[in-house]
């Protein structure tokens, strides 16, 4: 079974923190890519931040320097530490491996960034 569960989003004024939680099913963790996702009212889902199954992670333009994604192998879980977060990085965030699998996208969680 493939399912991905986030948490974590919520308000933070701009400059602030937030820590992105994405438990992950067993059977996919250890073998995929696994990626952050977000997308913004409007715009196209983007790729944001993703992490290969050795721990190499590779980030958009628009967060390097400021979003670190990890993973627990003991936890099957992912993480997208958020820092210096700015109001164009409001939107739904989502985790799913690269390339997605389609039919399996959870909820998401909501991140925004306002004073």
């Known amino acids: 079974q493939v399912q991905f569960v986030e948490s974590g989003g919520g308000l933070v004024q701009p400059g602030g923190s937030l820590r992105l939680s994405c438990a992950v099913s067993r059977s996919i963790f250890s073998i995929y890519v696994l990626g952050w996702y977000r997308q913004s009212p409007g715009k196209r889902r983007e790729l944001v931040a993703a992490?290969?199954?050795?721990?190499?992670?590779n980030y958009a333009d628009s967060v390097k320097g400021r979003f670190t994604i990890s993973r627990d192998n003991a936890k099957n879980t992912v993480y997208l530490q958020m820092n210096s977060l700015k109001p164009e990085d409001t939107a739904v965030y989502s985790c799913n491996a690269y390339p997605t699998f389609d039919k399996y996208w959870g909820q998401g969680t909501q991140v925004t960034v306002s004073s």
């Open positions: 992490i290969s199954s050795g721990g190499t992670p």
